[in-house]
């Protein structure tokens, strides 16, 4: 993982968490061969663990297959929630919780 070829070191995403794909926006340019080019997925692997979907892949540049970032995305069931969790150099860190009942008790106002 090379943190020249970001532009900051780990944004933040907030609640946006990708399974697939690169943000090319923090991508300034391969730190190996000085291209700024597509960004290839390699090595991609899907793991479960104790009902846990682990999925990772590392982002490598189109040209000289320098390895950018390696790239961790987690998906689970917990109680009533789908909890999804993304860590990566070049996409940033997020987390996101989303009810699988109809009406999201957390969004519901209480009744007092």
Known sequence: MDWACCITKQC???H???ENGSFLLN???????NQRDFVL?????????DGEEIITYDHVCKNCH??????????SVVDDYQEYT???LLCGKAED???ILPDDPRQMAPLF
């Open 66 to 75: 320098h390895v950018i970032a390696r790239h961790e995305y987690t998906f």
């Open 97 to 99: 919780s989303i009810s």
């Open 27 to 33: 991508y300034v340019g391969c730190a190996k061969c």
């Open 41 to 49: 997925i390699n090595n991609k692997m899907i793991e479960e663990e």
């Open 12 to 14: 933040y995403f907030g």
């Open 86 to 88: 993304m860590l990566c």
């Open 16 to 18: 946006t968490c990708l």
